[in-house]
């Protein structure tokens, strides 16, 4: 067959990489290796980065993305991503793969390790090498502590650096997610002095039923006000906090219409969507459409 790397001959659906939020975040210690132990619930929701691929026998792996300018092919996790798949498994061909970059970068909503971890899982299927999603993971998790759980695919509570998973099912409501303009760096924020490292470890179940907070929310409300604005505006309509260690604010709403009247509302100088809660996540759901 003869080969392309023209993206617009290609006929598959896209791949979906969805956005995850933490529903609640609790930083409960740090490790000798400077990381810190959390507990938090990840859900996912139907806003997504999407990728493509274009298998080649050639050994090249190249990236056509619109973040170049921000973000170098060096660094950037989907190259990783694939180089990490290829080096494990000895694979001889190669990708062409495009990312259409919907998600915010720096938002709290992991675009960065869902792509990631839609690369793993995408191209090995597409080049058959059967790794075992538990072994994708371990390549994954070494490019970011978020990645297994987008491998796996389920809404997860999740201990250590957030890849010790246990599949649940928290209520999928609907979600009003504002983007504060302001970029949030993970290391910063873990690096801090004043960010709270001691919450008690408590068991799933009571985590579960308790009220729901994020203990990075007080550090990134007084380092950044639009944080802090999008949030003072937020819960005026639905319960609201931040997802992972920012810069994204959420609003939980039962109903679709609910979210959507709040957005009409925002104001001119806030960005913000509506997306709905997902247990399995739309990578998971493609995956299962070969
Ligand atoms: C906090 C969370 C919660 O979901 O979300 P984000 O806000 O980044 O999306 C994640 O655990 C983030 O995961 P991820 O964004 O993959 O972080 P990494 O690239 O692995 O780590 C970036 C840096 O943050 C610090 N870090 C990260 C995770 C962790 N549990 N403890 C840490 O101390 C480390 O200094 C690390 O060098
Ligand atoms: N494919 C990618 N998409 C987004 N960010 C990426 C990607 N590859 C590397 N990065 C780097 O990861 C950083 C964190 O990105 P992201 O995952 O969007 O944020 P967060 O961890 O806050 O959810 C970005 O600022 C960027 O430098």
Not at 81 to 107: F, N, V
Not at 127 to 138: G, R
Not at 235 to 264: I, K, N
Request: contains cysteine.
């Amino acid at each position: 067959m003869k080969s392309t790397n023209s993206r617009k001959l290609m006929t598959s659906p896209s791949w979906p990489a969805p956005a995850k939020l933490n529903l609640f975040l609790h930083v409960t210690g740090q490790r000798d290796d400077g990381y810190h132990e959390l507990q938090t619930l990840f859900q996912f929701i139907d806003h997504c980065d999407y990728l493509d691929f274009h298998i080649t026998n050639t050994s090249d792996l190249i990236l056509h993305s619109t973040i170049s300018d921000s973000v170098a092919d060096s660094d950037n996790l989907i190259l990783k991503a694939a180089k990490s798949l290829k080096r494990y498994t000895q694979y001889e061909g190669g990708a062409h793969i495009w990312l259409d970059k919907l998600l915010p970068m720096g938002g709290g909503l992991g675009g960065g390790s869902s792509d990631a971890a839609t690369t793993l899982v995408a191209l090995n299927a597409l080049w058959k090498t059967n790794v075992p999603p538990s072994k994708l993971a371990e390549i994954g998790l070494a490019l970011g502590a978020d990645v297994p759980v987008f491998i796996n695919g389920l809404s997860a509570f999740a201990e250590g650096v957030g890849d010790k998973l246990i599949a649940v099912q928290p209520t999928e409501l609907w979600y009003l997610v504002i983007v504060p303009d302001v970029h949030v760096s993970t290391k910063d924020i873990f690096q801090h002095p004043d960010l709270p490292r001691n919450t008690p470890k408590l068991d799933m179940s009571r985590l579960m039923t308790q009220q729901w907070s994020n203990d990075c929310q007080k550090l990134v409300t007084t380092k950044h006000p639009q944080v802090a604005n999008a949030l003072s505006w937020l819960v005026e309509y639905a319960p609201s906090r931040m997802t992972g260690t920012g810069a994204c604010v959420f609003g939980e709403f039962t109903h679709s219409q609910q979210a959507l009247d709040a957005l009409a509302k925002l104001p001119a100088d806030m960005r913000g969507f509506v997306a709905k809660g997902m247990n399995k996540s739309p990578l998971a759901i493609r995956l299962e459409q070969l």
